[in-house]
């Protein structure tokens, strides 16, 4: 089956710290990979996406590139802010068929002043 | 550009007690719509989809069951609660015409007693 496994968290950072979360897939096709944020209490914005092997989606200094040789789509960004403290979730949709979102369990980000 | 509205914010109801969470769209047409649960510190679990007005799908067997009376308007339901039923509920759409991706509505956050 079709599924996004995540690190576990939370990730505690310093402000300015690098980061990355690691995100790995199994797919049956070829899938569209998403990274998605949360900020407490609120719902899910979609942050970065890419829709094929090599496309490299950034947004708010966030990165990540679809790997299709080690089925990864890793979450990175050279110096973190406090107001990127949110939960994140990697997420997958096939191109064939129904196309429905399969998430990760989520990646807790913390970071500190 | 599209909004997406879901009503009440917080809710908080007691065992037994019928429910139900409204959701709509607006500056879209014919979007595919999407009931998720996301239990404490879970990931999101798929409710519902549907992919136009009256079709319903379920994805988990369970207390609840969604209509699609509108184009744009998508209700969450159930005749009566379980404490098992707590959770943040979320909507989301995605525009068929465009892209994969989906867009996710800000939440209800549903406390059974």
């Known amino acids: 089956g079709n599924s996004v496994t995540q690190m576990e968290g939370p990730v505690t950072l310093s402000e300015e710290a690098f980061l990355t979360i690691n995100c790995t897939y199994t797919?049956?096709?070829?899938?569209?990979l998403f990274w998605y944020v949360q900020y407490p209490g609120e719902g899910l914005q979609l942050l970065l996406k890419?829709?094929?092997?090599?496309d490299k989606g950034s947004n708010k200094g966030f990165e990540a590139t679809y790997r299709k040789e080690t089925t990864s789509f890793h979450l990175e960004k050279g110096s973190v802010q406090v107001s990127d403290s949110a939960v994140y979730f990697c997420?997958?949709?096939?191109?064939?068929?129904?196309?429905?979102?399969?998430f990760g369990t989520g990646t807790r980000l913390l970071v500190s002043p | 550009s599209q909004t997406i509205h879901q009503w009440p914010a917080t809710l908080v109801q007691p065992v037994g007690s019928p429910l139900s969470l409204e959701c709509t769209v607006e500056?879209?047409?014919?979007?595919?719509l999407y009931w998720y649960r996301q239990a404490a510190g879970r990931g999101l679990q798929l409710l519902f989809y549907?992919?136009?007005?009256?079709?319903i799908s379920s994805e988990v067997p369970q207390n609840l069951s969604a209509s699609r009376p509108q184009d744009r308007q998508f209700i969450l339901s159930s005749k009566k609660l379980l404490l098992s039923d707590s959770g943040f509920y979320l909507c989301?759409?995605?525009?068929?015409?465009?892209?994969?991706?989906?867009?996710f509505g800000p939440g209800t956050r549903l406390t059974v007693t």
């Open positions: 549907s992919v136009g007005i009256g079709q």
């Open positions: 989301a759409w995605r525009d068929v015409h465009r892209s994969y991706e989906q867009y």
């Open positions: 797919a049956t096709g070829y899938p569209s």
């Open positions: 890419a829709t094929k092997a090599d």
């Open positions: 500056g879209t047409s014919n979007p595919n």
């Open positions: 997420a997958l949709i096939l191109n064939t068929g129904f196309q429905k979102l399969v």
